[in-house]
């Protein structure tokens, strides 16, 4: 059992920064994939990125260069570091919990098991 609580979101400029934390309790987390999705009004969820328990990520092309996504065992937390933001970045974020033996792909969010309640990011133009 993998409980998720998602911060940091808020309103940004285009082309400004946020990061994005997500802290997860229960005894798994450290071989749990993470992911981020996001949802934006009349819109299906969609992925952003997403961290293996190894280390490797995995990004959608659309955030490619701006996201970084990261996790600290230690903390039972992964991060979303994004950069150079733009409007058509605005939704709710989501993280997402994966348990090994899925066999739906990362990038899918059928995969995940368990999801925070998300956290609005809003980029102004």
């Known amino acids: 059992q993998v409980q998720l609580v998602e911060s940091g979101g808020g309103l940004v400029q285009a082309g400004g920064s946020l990061r994005l934390s997500c802290a997860a309790s229960?005894?798994?987390?450290?071989?749990?994939?993470m992911g981020w999705f996001r949802q934006a009004p009349g819109k299906e969820r969609e992925f952003v990125a997403a961290?293996?328990?190894?280390?490797?990520?995995y990004y959608a092309d659309s955030v490619k260069g701006r996201f970084t996504i990261s996790r600290d065992n230690a903390k039972n937390t992964v991060y979303l570091q994004m950069n150079s933001l733009k409007s058509d970045d605005t939704g709710v974020y989501y993280c997402g919990a994966r348990p090994l033996g899925s066999g739906r792909p990362y990038y899918s969010a059928a995969a995940y098991t368990y999801w925070g309640q998300g956290t609005q990011v809003t980029v102004s133009s």
């Open positions: 229960g005894r798994t987390f450290s071989s749990y994939t």
């Open positions: 961290i293996r328990s190894g280390g490797s990520t």
